[in-house]
C-alpha cells in the first residue's frame, strides 16, 4: 500500500484548500490605508525621440498626486542585467542603460512613457490622457537578419551595432569543426524558428510600494518568484537603498513560468514613488498591458546541422543561432540563449564534437526573457528536430538512430562543459515505448486512416539542467548572482514546526512538499510542519524559484538544516535519558537509547530545548532553531523521453492531439501527484508552443497577438489525457534527497515531439514536407501540404 | 472606462427617445461594447439598456416562422429554436462561452455585425427579416460590411423573424485563439431554393455563396459542390490564415454543413 504521509506519499495539495475557495492572498487582495494608484503611459510606437513631454495639465486633473516622467529617475540607476556573456573575442555584451521610465528615447511599444498617480486608478488615467507628446518616430527595428545587416537602423545609438555579443560555445576550432563535417557520410540541415511566446500566468503582475517615514523603511508587495533577488537588484542597482529598509513580500503568486523572476521598472516606480508621494502606490496590470510589458521568451531562429558516419553514429554537431533579446536586457535574458542553451546542445547524445554559434540581437520590441525551461527548449527542439529529420532522410528508425547514439556511461563529460552525473536513456526509452503502445500505432494508424485522417507519431528525448545551480561555476560564466537557498527550520516548544524556506512556490505545490521532507526525517505528522516563504522580512536570503531549482537546492538546504536540528534534539535527549548522544535514535518521533527500552517524544524534547529546566546549559544553548544554506555541487540532470501522436486533417490542416506519453527520470521523488501535475502543465504549455501560440509583431514593431483575440493559449480541449510515467529514476548523486527536479521538462521535452508527429502524419500522407515553424496552425500547416 | 449617463427604458418608443441623443449607444448584452468601453476606445454620453423591454424578450413560433426578439440571449434563442429550428439553435448554443451565451443577444450581434461573428450566416442564410424600431429589413439589404449594416442612427433591432427550412445546418472552423468562426457556413434549403451564407471569411463582411446555392439547387448533396472554389480576392488574411486558406476553408466548411443537413 502506498505511504499516505512523507517522503513518496502523495497527499493532496494544502495550499488548493484556500485558492479554490476564494481565500488565497494575492499582491492584488492587498490594499493599504491611504494607497494612491499608478497609471502607466505607455508608449504606442515601437521606436521615436521624445522631443517633449507636457504634463501641467495633467498635473492639475482632479484626483492627481504626481506625474513622473524619465526627468524624474534621471538621479537613479537603470535596471540591471543579472549575466555578463563575454564574446567570442574577449568583449563583454553590450549593455545599454534600461531606464525606469523611457528617457528621451522610445524603443518598444508597451515601454514607459509617463506616470500618473492619483487617488483613483480612473483619475489616473484620466489624467495620462491628457499628457501631450511631442515624438519623431523613427524607423522600428524588428526582424533580426535586418537588425545586424551593415546600415541598419540601431535600437540604441550609444552602442556599436545592435549585436549585444556574438559567442562561441563547444570546439572553437572552426576549420577542426569543419572537417567534420567534410568527412561525414552524411549531413542534415535544417532551419528553424523557436517561436516567440508570451507567458500569460493567470494573474497579471502587481505592485505596491510603501514608505514609512518615522522608520525610512520601505515595503514593496510584488508579484514575484523571488523577493530577495528582487530586494537585491532594485536596493544596490536601481534605487540605490539600504537592503536593511527594504522589505519585498510577494505573497500568493497566481503563476510565473519565469516571467515574474525578473525586476521590472514598475517595482521599482512603486517603491520610488511611495516616498515621492507620501502615499502608497499601487499597480496592478491589465492583460493588455501584460503583453506588452511582462518579458516574452523563446524568439530563436536557428540553422542547425548534424554530421553522421556511415554506420549513423553522430560525429559532430554545429548549430548558429540569433536570439533576440528586445530593447532592453532584461533580468536573466543574455544567460538563456548562452549558457542555458549552448551547454545543452549536446542532449542525451555522445556527438563528440558540438559547436554553438549565438548572437544575440536589439531590436524594438518587448525585452526577451527565460520562460519555463529558458533556453533548454530551444536546444531541445533543434536538436531533436535534426535527429528526426536525419532518420528521415536515411530512412533509419528514429528511435533506433537515438537508442545508438545514446550516453550510456556515466558520469559523462560533454562537449560542452557539462557533467552529467546519472542517467540511464534507454530504460526511459524503453518505458517510453512501452506507456505509449507503440505496438499498437499502426492499427490506431489504419482507423485514422479510414476517417480520412492521417496519423503520426513523433518521439524525442531530453536532457535539462536544473537544480540552478553551483555559484562558483556559473560566477566564472558570467551570473552576477549566486545561485545557493536557504532555509531556516524553526521548532516551536510544543513541537509543531516553521520551515522558512528561500524558494517562492506560486503553483508548485511547495507548502504540501516541503513538510513532506521535513516531517519524514524526524518521524512526525505532516500538519505540525508548515512552510513560510515570500517575504524577505521572514526568511533568509534565498534565491528563490525558477530553473526547477526549488527541491534540490532549497529542499537541500532544508534537509541540511533539519539535520541540524534531530542532532541537536538528540543531544537533549541523551541528557534527558542520562545516555550518551551517539546511541540515540530518532524514529516515528520516539528518541530512544540503542539497546534499552528507554525512550522520550519528540514534544519532550522540543519542549526541554524551550523550558531548560533539567538541560545541559554549559554545553548546549536553549531554543531549537537552524539555519541551513546550500550550494550546490553540480547541476542536476532530469531527462526523459516522449512520445506524441496526433491526426491531421488533411482538408483544413487541423492538427489534433490524440495521445501523448512523457516517460520522466526525475531521481527520487517527494509527491508523485505533484509531480504529475507539473508534467502536465509542462506539457500544456510545450503543446501551446508547438500549436498555438505565437507573439508576433509586423514590421512597425506592433504587436499584432496583443491580446487573447489573438494569443492562443491553450485549453483544456487542446491537450490529451497524458500517459505520464516517472519509475525511471536514477538518483542525482550529489544532494542529499537525490532528487533533480520536475517543473520545466514538460515544456522542454514535448514541442519536437508534436513536430516530429505531424511531418510524420504528413509523410504518411505522401506529402513531402520536411519541417513547418511552430505554431503548427491549421493555415501553416494546410499551405505546407499545398505548397 | 468615461462616465456616461445609463438609461433602461421598458418600452421601445422610450428607447427610440432616448437613444435620439447625441452619442447616446444602445446596450444589448454588451458583450463587444462593455469590452470597448473598459479599454477606452469608445465614448458614449449615454447607454441606454434595451434588455428591460418585455417586447424585446418576446418569441413565437407560427406557420413555419420563428420569431426572436432583439434582446432575446443566445441561451435563450438555443432553447426556443430547439424545437422549431435545430440548426439555428445548434448555432445559438456554440457561439462563444457560457457567460457570452447567457448575456449576449441576437439584436447586439446583428446591429454589431462582426465579419467573425455567426448569428449572422445564420440570418443570412435563412432569409431573415431584420425587424426594427422604423421598419422591415430583409437580410440581404441589411448586411453592408464589415461592422456595416442598413441600421440608421437610433434603429433598433426589435425582432428577428426566421422562416424556418426544410434542411439546414451551420458549420464553423474556429479562429483558434478567439474562437470566432474563422470560417462558418449556414448552409438552408427552402422550397424555393438553398441558401448559403458565409461568414468570417471575406473583407466584406457575411455573404451568400451563388455559385455553391446554384449547385445544391440541383441536387443537395456535397458532391454537388465538387469542383466549386471561391476566389481569394476579397478574403480576409491575417495572422491565423491566408486569404487562400479562407476561401479553401469555406469551400471545405460548406461541404460539412450540407452533409450534416443532407
Known sequence: ?787 | MYEFEFEKPSTVAEAVAALADEDAQALGGGQTLIPTLKQRLAMPSKLVSLTGIAQLKELSDNAGMLTIGGAVTHAEAAEAAAGPYPALADLASHIGDPAVRNRGTIGGSLANNDPAACYPAAALGSGATIVTSRREITADDYFRGLFETALEEGEIITAVRFPVPQKANYQKFEQPASRFALVGVFVAKYAAGVRVAVTGASEEGVFRWREAEAALDASFAPDALDGLSLDAGGMIGDLHGTKEYRAHLAAVVTRWAVAAAA
Open chain 1, 1 to 787: 500500500m502506498p505511504k499516505d504521509q512523507g517522503i513518496g506519499a502523495s497527499p493532496k495539495r494544502r495550499e488548493d484548500v484556500r485558492f479554490l475557495t476564494g481565500a488565497g492572498n494575492y499582491t492584488d487582495d492587498i490594499n493599504v490605508n491611504g494607497q494612491a494608484y499608478v497609471h502607466f503611459l505607455r508608449a504606442d510606437v515601437a521606436h521615436a525621440t521624445i522631443n517633449s513631454i507636457d504634463t501641467s495639465a495633467a498635473e492639475t486633473m482632479p484626483g492627481v498626486v504626481k506625474v513622473f516622467t524619465g526627468a524624474d529617475f534621471a538621479e537613479v540607476g537603470g535596471i540591471p542585467c543579472g549575466w555578463g556573456v563575454t564574446d567570442r573575442h574577449g568583449n563583454p555584451q553590450q549593455e545599454p542603460r534600461h531606464p525606469i521610465i523611457a528617457d528621451g528615447t522610445i524603443r518598444h511599444v508597451g515601454e514607459i512613457v509617463a506616470a500618473v498617480v492619483a487617488d483613483t486608478l480612473e483619475q489616473a488615467r484620466d489624467a495620462a490622457e491628457a499628457i501631450e507628446l511631442d515624438l519623431s518616430d523613427k524607423p522600428a527595428v524588428v526582424n533580426m537578419a535586418a537588425a545586424l545587416a551593415e546600415d541598419a537602423a540601431k535600437v540604441h545609438e550609444d552602442l556599436t551595432s545592435n549585436l549585444c555579443y556574438d559567442w562561441v560555445f563547444g570546439n572553437p576550432d572552426d576549420d577542426a569543426v569543419q572537417a567534420a563535417f567534410d568527412s561525414a557520410a552524411h549531413v542534415t540541415t535544417l532551419e528553424l524558428v523557436n517561436n516567440r511566446l508570451v507567458a500569460n500566468p493567470m494573474e497579471p503582475r502587481v505592485a505596491i510600494g510603501e514608505y514609512t517615514r518615522g522608520t525610512d523603511e520601505y515595503t514593496l508587495h510584488t508579484t514575484s518568484q523571488n523577493p530577495h533577488v528582487i530586494r537585491l537588484l532594485m536596493c544596490a542597482f536601481v534605487l540605490g537603498l539600504p537592503e536593511h529598509k527594504v522589505r519585498v513580500i510577494a505573497p500568493d503568486v497566481g503563476g510565473g513560468f519565469g516571467s515574474k523572476i525578473f525586476h521590472y521598472a514598475e517595482e521599482a516606480f512603486c517603491t520610488f514613488a511611495a516616498k515621492a508621494c507620501g502615499r502608497a502606490v499601487k499597480w496592478t496590470s491589465t492583460r493588455a498591458e501584460a503583453f506588452i510589458s511582462d518579458a516574452h521568451g523563446r524568439d530563436h531562429v536557428t540553422k542547425i546541422e548534424l554530421a553522421l558516419d556511415a554506420d549513423n553514429n553522430f560525429t559532430a554537431l554545429r548549430t548558429n543561432t540569433m536570439a533576440n533579446m528586445g530593447a532592453y536586457l532584461s533580468t536573466f535574458s543574455t544567460s538563456v540563449p548562452s549558457y542555458l542553451h549552448g551547454t545543452l546542445m549536446a542532449g542525451n547524445y555522445k556527438t563528440p564534437i558540438v559547436q554553438v554559434n549565438v548572437k544575440t540581437v536589439f531590436t524594438n520590441t518587448v525585452p526577451v526573457d527565460a520562460y519555463r525551461g529558458a533556453g533548454r527548449p530551444e536546444a531541445t527542439f533543434q536538436l531533436e528536430r535534426v535527429i528526426d529529420k536525419a532518420a528521415r532522410e536515411l530512412g533509419a528508425d528514429p528511435i533506433a538512430l537515438r537508442r545508438q547514439n545514446f550516453i550510456t556511461e556515466f558520469p559523462y563529460e560533454t562537449p560542452v562543459a557539462l557533467t552529467y552525473d546519472t542517467g540511464d536513456y534507454v530504460a526511459t526509452m524503453d518505458k517510453l515505448e512501452e506507456v505509449a503502445d507503440i505496438a499498437g500505432f499502426a492499427a490506431r494508424r489504419a482507423e485514422s486512416e479510414k476517417n480520412g485522417k492521417l496519423r503520426g507519431f513523433g518521439v524525442n528525448c531530453y536532457i535539462e539542467a536544473c537544480g540552478i545551480a553551483p555559484s562558483n561555476i556559473v560566477g566564472m560564466l558570467g551570473a552576477r548572482a549566486g545561485l545557493y537557498d536557504a532555509a531556516t527550520v524553526r521548532v516551536n516548544a510544543t513541537g509543531t514546526i516553521s520551515v522558512f524556506v528561500g524558494a517562492h512556490s506560486h503553483g508548485q505545490g511547495h507548502e504540501t512538499s516541503f513538510p513532506q521532507v521535513v516531517a519524514d526525517m524526524i518521524g512526525i505528522d505532516e500538519s505540525m510542519v508548515d512552510i513560510v516563504h515570500g517575504d524577505t522580512g521572514r526568511v533568509p536570503f534565498g534565491m528563490g524559484t525558477y530553473g526547477s531549482r526549488s527541491i534540490a537546492v532549497c529542499g537541500s538546504a532544508m534537509v541540511r538544516a533539519t539535520e541540524k536540528i534531530i542532532s541537536k534534539a538528540k543531544k537533549i535527549a541523551a541528557h534527558l535519558m542520562e545516555a550518551s548522544d551517539a546511541d540515540i535514535e530518532l524514529k516515528d518521533g520516539q528518541f530512544t537509547v540503542a539497546g534499552t527500552d528507554k525512550s522520550v517524544a519528540w514534544g519532550d524534547v522540543t519542549l526541554t530545548a524551550y523550558v531548560p529546566h533539567n538541560y545541559p546549559l554549559e554545553e548546549l544553548e536553549p531554543g531549537l532553531e537552524e539555519t541551513a544554506f546550500y550550494d550546490p555541487a553540480n547541476f542536476t540532470y532530469p531527462s526523459g523521453a516522449y512520445a506524441c501522436e496526433v491526426e491531421v486533417d488533411p482538408d483544413t490542416g487541423k492538427v489534433t492531439i490524440e495521445r501523448f506519453a512523457a516517460a520522466d527520470d526525475f531521481g527520487n521523488i517527494i509527491n508523485p501527484m505533484i509531480v504529475d501535475g507539473q508534467v502536465h502543465g509542462g506539457l500544456g504549455q510545450g503543446i501551446g508552443q508547438a500549436l498555438l501560440e505565437n507573439a508576433a509583431y509586423d514590421e512597425d514593431g506592433q504587436l499584432l497577438s496583443a491580446s487573447f483575440m489573438d494569443y492562443a493559449m491553450p485549453r483544456a480541449d487542446d491537450v490529451p489525457f497524458y500517459q505520464v510515467d516517472h519509475t525511471c529514476q536514477t538518483p542525482c548523486t550529489h544532494n542529499p534527497l537525490g532528487v533533480k527536479g520536475c517543473g520545466e521538462a514538460g515544456a522542454i521535452g514535448s514541442p519536437p515531439a508534436v513536430v516530429n508527429a505531424v511531418i510524420d502524419a504528413l509523410q504518411s500522407g505522401g506529402k513531402s514536407v520536411t519541417h513547418i515553424d511552430m505554431p503548427l496552425s491549421p493555415a501553416r500547416v494546410w499551405a505546407a501540404m499545398n505548397g
